[in-house]
């Protein structure tokens, strides 16, 4: 029975395929799809957004000057708070501490020039950092 079908359906495909003719592109086909393609290529998603913007570093970094500052030279006023009734002293003598302090190497010091050495170390990583970010960022450019 499945045979008998199975002919049927390929003659009737064949019909179909006799009548119908061969349908063509119009002829700015290949212009309209790759237009489209390079509409994709330039989506959003692709788009370097960083999550805090340049307006939100500068924000931060008036904060925290400004925090600075206060301390800095803020008016000192003495109060008699509740802070001042706890006794931190516990937090500096107690055997724990004694016992670490103890532990010091005698008279060891830092050479002058390993101090400059890691001092200079420290302004170059922070001076090589943007140049390299902004290095790789033009050459990894989408």
Known sequence: MDHNTDKHIEK?????????????????FTNKVMDQVLALSSSKATVYKPLISKKGWVLISLGIIAITCYIIFGVKTESSGFMDTIDFSILSNNKITDTLSNLKAPSVSIPKTFGYALMLLGLMVCIQIPFLKHYLNQRYKV
Do not use: I
């Open 12 to 28: 009737l495909v064949d019909k179909m395929m006799k009548e119908t003719s061969l349908e063509t592109p119009s002829f700015d």
